[in-house]
């Protein structure tokens, strides 16, 4: 089995990862992939939950997964925030 993680991050990024996601799910079983998907919090929701854009959990599942979807992230919300959502972009891309 394929694992992709899943960062739908903010605005209009869960709304779009919902929607690729359902479109692999179908490309999945009707080509038998073997897609599995695991959803982690990532940029400004992130900052709002765990207090850091890329928390070490989001991380650690990217390093194992076959592969990465990303959202958008960021936002006016965050504008004023220590650390920015995009930094876990930043980061993300880094590692």
């Known amino acids: 089995m394929k694992r992709i993680v899943l960062l739908p991050g903010d605005g209009i ?6 929607q690729a996601r359902a479109c ?3 490309l999945s079983d009707h080509c038998e992939l073997g897609l599995s998907f695991e959803e982690r919090d990532f940029g400004g929701i992130a900052i709002d939950r765990h207090g850091t ?6 991380l650690e599942a990217c390093r194992g997964a076959a592969a990465v979807l990303l959202g958008a992230v960021g936002g ?3 504008d004023g925030a ?7 972009l930043l980061k993300l891309r880094a590692e």
């Open 82 to 88: 220590a650390e920015r959502p995009e930094a876990g």
């Open 24 to 26: 692999l799910e179908m």
């Open 76 to 78: 006016p919300k965050w």
């Open 53 to 58: 854009p890329l928390p070490e959990e989001t």
């Open 13 to 18: 990024g869960p709304e779009v990862v919902r």
